[in-house]
């Protein structure tokens, strides 16, 4: 099985940043697909970013505008999520998700194995 554990969450202002973590365990991480979700209270699931397995594309929810970079380290067996220009809109739990089945519809939750537990980020006003 694959675990996955965020980490890096936490309160900050409007404008602020704040970089998410996620370290994976088994030994097939490095064929994975990755992919960020969040959710807020009374909201779907929403799909935030995705990477390919070897790093080389990447997929962002138009929403982030920009405003968010999704990365990978293989070796490390971890993924980031680097978050800019903070809104209180983004007040959400955010979820590290693997993809291990090949799946290429990347936004939809359905198409990921493995979740997280998730972490908060609060972005205050």
């Known amino acids: 099985q694959v675990r996955l554990v965020e980490s890096g969450g936490g309160l900050v202002q409007a404008g602020g940043s704040l970089r998410l973590s996620c370290a994976a365990s088994?030994?097939?991480?490095?064929?994975?697909?990755m992919g960020w979700f969040r959710q807020a209270p009374g909201k779907e699931r929403e799909f935030v970013a995705a990477?390919?397995?070897?790093?080389?594309?990447?997929v962002y929810a138009d929403s982030m505008k920009g405003r968010f970079t999704i990365s990978r380290d293989n070796a490390q067996k971890m993924v980031y999520l680097q978050m800019n220009s903070l809104k209180p809109e983004d007040t959400a739990v955010y979820y590290c998700?693997?993809?291990?089945?090949?799946?290429?519809?990347?936004?939809?939750?359905?198409?990921?194995?493995?979740w997280g537990q998730g972490t908060q980020v609060t972005v205050s006003s």
């Open positions: 998700a693997a993809d291990a089945s090949g799946s290429t519809w990347w936004s939809r939750p359905g198409s990921y194995d493995y």
């Open positions: 990477i390919r397995w070897s790093g080389g594309d990447t």
């Open positions: 088994g030994r097939t991480f490095s064929s994975y697909h």
